[in-house]
């Protein structure tokens, strides 16, 4: 095999070393990247819309209190009760929906069924209070037991999530403990390669080029060739050789013709 070759291969064998290096630690910090994406898109998601209805159903709660007990019978204070109410439903129906749509953990598909259940009976004893005599009979007979189991299932919903933010982020910190291990190995190992190409070739050449030098000393001596090549560069040996032969050959060569 030719020597070019010989580096080429040597060559392109080093730019795999480096290229699979650089896959096999792209592929793992993506991984990593993706699964702590998840954490923050799906649980935190959860998370968010659980502090919000938290939020509307307390305002929903004040706004039937408000016209259930608030001695201030005027228009004006029951449109600004209406208004709050319509608000915090629009704020729990949007936020109920993004729920309903981003379940990702073990039971709080159930967590949820249970909220749309209480809710559309809130909403119904919500109507009745407003509407009927005796609201403030229903508000503490049944309302406030519906209100008060609303706000432990969101609670459910969100010790949920949260609970599985701090399982993933535990899973988390374990991968990252794991692809470090395998990134150190991977290097080693990518090390381990590259020391010996570095090792070999200079190696080789050195030793190709060392045997050549001295082949052409003692061939010099061979036939008796006196030379002083004062260098370690076997390169310079090997062309300063060349030289005296040629010399001597065409020394020679001129000799012939000069008797013909």
């Known amino acids: 095999m030719m020597l070019k070759k010989k580096l080429s291969l040597g060559l392109a064998f080093l730019f795999i070393i480096i290229f699979s290096l650089v896959i096999f630690s792209s592929y793992y910090i993506q991984k990593l990247s993706k699964e702590s994406e998840n954490i923050l898109r799906n649980n935190y998601d959860s998370i968010v819309y659980s502090k919000k209805m ?17 001695h201030d019978t005027t228009r004006e204070a029951s449109r600004r009760y209406a208004k709050l109410f319509e608000s915090g439903k629009a704020v729990f129906d949007r936020n109920l929906k993004a729920e309903n749509n981003n379940i990702t953990e073990v039971h709080e598909k159930e967590y949820v069924d249970t909220l749309n ?57 374990s991968d990252s403990a794991n692809i470090i291990i395998y990134m150190a190995l991977i290097g080693s190992v990518c090390i381990v390669l590259a020391l010996g190409y570095f090792w070999y070739f200079p190696f080789y050449i050195s030793n190709s080029v060392s045997y050549l030098s001295n082949r052409m000393k003692g061939l010099l001596k061979s036939k008796g060739i006196s030379h002083e090549i004062e260098t370690d560069d076997e ?26």
């Open 54 to 70: 938290f939020l509307a159903l307390d305002d929903m709660k004040i706004s039937v209190l408000g016209r259930v007990f608030n």
């Open 117 to 173: 259940m209480n809710y559309r009976r809130f909403l119904e004893l919500c109507g009745r209070i407003v509407k009927g005599p005796a609201g403030g009979a229903i508000f503490f007979k049944e309302f406030m037991p519906v209100y008060e189991s609303m706000r432990q299932t969101i609670g459910s919903i969100n010790d949920v999530n949260m609970h599985a933010v701090v399982r993933k982020n535990q899973l988390t910190k």
């Open 235 to 260: 390169l310079h040996i090997m062309l300063e050789s060349i030289n005296l032969l040629e010399n001597k050959y065409s020394l020679r060569e001129n000799k012939r013709k000069k008797k013909d």
